[in-house]
């Protein structure tokens, strides 16, 4: 393994600075000994807003699921989005797939569909 170089040399200018990155690995001058985990709890993430058309007995299911964990629709829309992105890419793990499954409410006429008791046979 080659040596680590201690410091970064000063820069005149910044036409300076890229030549010389240009040339060198930040990987030679940085020790990963010495990094520790950073918090930024102000740090927002930059939003946009959309616009979107939902079906009216979607957005009032929404609103309903909302309500039932207390939480507003568009945040409860947020997170099923973040969800389904992650699924997709393959980044959700397996302990965020298990909480998942236990929240969510059974699908009607699935085995677990305990809402309805059907009529007992004579």
Known sequence: ??????????????????????????LDYFDSSTARRVLFPNL???????????????????KVLANKRDVPYQ????MY??????????????ASKKRSARRAPAQEGSPDDTSRDPAPHS
């Open 1 to 26: 393994m080659t040596r680590m170089r201690t410091e970064i040399p000063k820069f005149k200018n910044e036409d300076e600075e890229r030549k010389f990155w240009a040339t060198h690995s930040p």
């Open 44 to 62: 927002k993430p930059s939003l946009k807003s959309i616009s979107i058309r939902l079906p009216a007995d979607m957005l009032a299911e929404l």
């Open 81 to 94: 989005l973040a969800r389904q992105i992650a699924l997709e890419r393959g980044t959700l793990t397996r």
């Open 75 to 78: 945040s409860l829309a947020k």
